[in-house]
């Protein structure tokens, strides 16, 4: 009769098996208590819901047939950890990539179970490979930016060509203004001088007008001089 802790640790494993996006069977056995800790330590960096259990092949197997994953089953032998992976299929193959790697050691990858199928170790590893989706938002994160910056560049190259016509256009027009401007300064002098001629010559027609035409004071002389001169020859 099982115990009830061994029931309670099937039930456990259950659960693991039905929340877990993947399952991967590694051989644990090489690993000192400090490598697995650290083992466990890379894991979570890399995505901290994921998880690793040293698990009991019986208690495996009752737990993979309860919960319809005893495929995983075909991937297990011996001594046996389970890495869990709930967020993603990728990061718990990533985290036992990097471990490896970085403490320069072979840690046999037996295989795994994702969405139902087997997978085996050629493909955890290959799937290690695959960008993550942090990876991947950067990336077109990066590849959004670049168009932008290069339609931001073009609308200032624009801004600044337009700037530049109308510069130009407006120097234009202050030297087209300038110049008008001496010219009206030219012209007036001249009117001026034209004015004056036609006032001179106004006055002097008025004056040979005033010269021909006798006045008042010189006809009645004249009159009084035929008066003198009749009486003059009356007397006579």
Request: charged share 30%.
């Amino acid at each position: 009769m099982p115990t009830e802790r061994k029931i309670q640790q099937v039930a456990e494993l259950e659960d693991r098996l039905n929340r877990c996006m993947i399952a991967i069977s590694i051989d644990y056995r090489g690993l000192s208590v400090g490598q697995m800790q650290q083992l466990r330590r890379t894991l979570r960096e890399i995505e901290p819901t994921t998880e690793m259990r040293v698990v009991k092949n019986t208690m495996l197997r009752r737990a993979a047939e309860n919960s319809g994953t005893a495929a995983l089953l075909e991937v297990v032998e011996e001594e046996t950890a389970l890495v869990f992976g709930y967020e993603d299929e990728i990061s718990a193959a990533k985290g036992l990539a990097k471990f490896a790697r970085d403490n320069r050691i072979e840690l046999i990858v037996r295989g795994g179970l994702f969405d139902g199928a087997v997978m085996d170790s050629a493909q955890i590893d290959e799937l290690a490979k695959v960008p993550s989706r942090l990876e991947l938002m950067a990336s077109l994160a990066g590849g959004v930016s670049s168009p932008i910056t290069g339609i931001a560049g073009g609308i200032h190259s624009v801004i600044r060509e337009v700037a530049a016509v109308v510069e130009a256009r407006a120097a234009q027009l202050e030297a087209e203004g300038g110049g008008a401007a001496e010219a009206s300064a030219e012209a007036e002098p001249a009117e001026a001088t034209a004015d004056s001629e036609q006032a001179d010559s106004a006055g002097s027609d008025e004056s040979s007008v005033e010269d021909a035409a006798p006045s008042d004071d010189d006809a009645s002389d004249d009159a009084d001089d035929d008066a003198d001169t009749g009486e003059a020859s009356s007397e006579e």
